[in-house]
């Protein structure tokens, strides 16, 4: 599905209140030029070495990650969701080869991405799911990030958006409820 207007991300991105946060950050963080240059420096590892594996993976998922916040501080929404969904896929699918130690490998990229990067590149993916309207893929992002953060009220309130448009009232009521009881404000 195509995305939403632009006017309207940008609206529903200001109604969190982490808005100024991400967008300061995003800003601080530096360019796009920036990002995709420091992309294009790393080389590709073999799985051989695990851990250089696991650690080239995740820098080059973060800096996408970053990338895309940037474009989305820049409001090209566009290249910001296909940042989003390459990091997010970078992670996932690891190399594409579907091996026996598939997870095993997963975990260690998810081990060296460092801080909340995962937990942030779950929020964002799921944000880019959700404005597309894939609710199941939305919902899986969000879940997992909210399993991490468990505290964190703006991942309730998205996932109680999620289980709105899917037609799960009672559930986004619930979700809504754990939020306010977390944080009345």
């Known amino acids: 599905r195509a995305l939403p207007s632009r006017y309207t991300i940008t609206q529903l991105l200001k109604s969190f209140s982490g808005y100024n946060k991400w967008m300061g950050d995003a800003a601080k963080g530096g360019t796009v030029q920036k990002f995709t240059s420091q992309s294009e420096d790393l080389l590709d590892i073999p799985r051989k070495n695990m851990v250089a594996f696991a650690d080239n993976i995740a820098t080059k998922a973060t800096l996408l990650s970053h990338r895309g916040r940037r474009y989305a501080f820049e409001k090209d929404y566009e290249k910001a969701v296909q940042d989003f969904d390459d990091a997010f896929l970078l992670v996932e699918d690891v190399d594409g080869k579907d091996e026996d130690n598939h997870e095993d490998v997963k975990k260690e990229i998810i081990n060296a991405m460092e801080g909340d990067e995962y937990a942030r590149l779950l929020e ?5 799911k959700h404005l597309r309207y894939e609710l199941k893929g ?3 992002c969000y879940e997992r990030c909210s399993k991490l953060e468990p ?3 703006e991942l ?11 037609s799960k009232h009672d559930d986004a009521e619930k979700l809504f409820a754990d939020a306010l009881a977390i944080n009345p404000t």
């Open 138 to 140: 939305a919902l899986e």
């Open 156 to 166: 309730l309130v998205k996932l109680a958006g999620v289980k709105m448009d899917g």
């Open 151 to 153: 505290e964190n009220t």
């Open 124 to 128: 964002w993916a799921g944000m880019c």
